[in-house]
């Protein structure tokens, strides 16, 4: 499976943004994570193959919600309120297969300006 990611940009304190990753094929759970030059990277938000299950960092609780479309082989993540500590490099992750093999895409940056 190949994840693209877009979405990303520019944008001001209190904006909002929405990430789409695209799958090349059929997946299990899916989820974003985000990185800081310098740092470890870290888990945003996760949702189960039909969407019913999420999980969110608390960071980001309340502001984002992560979201899928299965006939899109799509996942969002709606972010809400965006704070300049959001700035990172988002990734795109998802566990495909029989053996929940893990993808990662390419990343998109966002940047929050204060």
């Known amino acids: 499976v190949q994840l693209v990611e877009s979405g990303g940009g520019l944008v001001q304190a209190g904006g909002s943004l929405r990430l789409s990753c695209a799958a090349s094929g059929s997946t299990r759970s899916m989820g974003w994570y985000r990185q800081i030059p310098g740092k470890q990277r870290e888990l945003v938000a996760t949702i189960s193959s039909d969407g019913e299950s999420t999980n969110y960092a608390d960071s980001v609780k309340g502001r984002f919600t992560i979201s899928r479309d299965n006939a899109k082989n799509t996942v969002y993540l709606q972010m809400n309120s965006l704070k300049p500590e959001d700035t990172a490099v988002y990734y795109c992750?998802?566990?495909?297969?029989?053996?929940?093999?893990?993808?990662w895409g390419q990343g998109t940056q966002v940047t929050v300006s204060s």
């Open positions: 992750n998802a566990k495909w297969g029989l053996l929940y093999i893990s993808a």
